[in-house]
């Protein structure tokens, strides 16, 4: 379990504890760490936490971010892309939904420039909007969905399933009952 006496270390700059099987609750308040720049939790798969209330406060100096492969869940708050200082984020394999805020990857008033691929947000169902191909639905980021178009696969998994059901049923046509 990931202490909550670690947001109160004001002097932190960088947390390091990927692929350590830390479980639980990921404390509110490293946003609030005037010193942070790295933050990487990726790989512990049973820490969660409210991407809104996460990512909420100001972020300064932060310039890295890897939650990757935890239970992230909620949406992102469209704030999270006005960190003036992010150059890498990764958020993949959580929970997170609703869309990707459009300031991800354009950093304003900065030298940086966030580089954002679809890799960062894969692995989050119900996550929508670019880098990502699945669209929000009607452009609007609380709402996303997958089109057929977006999975090259929705046409042919319906027919397959249909052609199995019926394979089935003929199957049971001519197979002897007792």
């Avoid at 002097?11 to 404390?27: D, E, K």
């Avoid at 300031?103 to 929508?128: Q, R």
């Amino acid at each position: 379990m990931l202490p909550n006496w670690i947001v109160n270390i004001r002097t932190l700059v960088f947390v390091g504890i990927s692929s350590s099987g830390l479980y639980g609750r990921i404390p509110h308040g490293f946003s609030e760490l005037p010193n942070l720049k790295s933050l990487d939790l990726n790989s512990n798969e049973n820490l969660s936490a409210s991407a809104s209330q996460l990512f909420w406060g100001s972020r300064r100096k932060i310039e890295e971010i890897d939650f990757s492969i935890n239970k992230l869940h909620g949406k992102l708050p469209a704030s999270l892309g006005n960190t003036t200082s992010l150059i890498y984020l990764d958020l993949s394999n959580n929970v997170v939904k609703g869309g990707i805020p459009s300031s991800i990857g354009v950093i304003p008033y900065t030298d940086h420039m966030m580089t954002s691929s679809a890799s960062s947000f894969i692995g989050n169902p119900g996550l929508c909007g670019s880098p990502l191909t699945v669209k929000c639905l009607h452009g609007d980021p609380n709402y996303s969905v997958t089109t057929e178009a977006d999975n090259a696969n929705g046409f042919i998994d319906k027919w397959s399933c249909l052609s199995i059901g019926m394979g089935f049923a003929f199957l049971l046509q001519w197979l002897p009952l007792e």
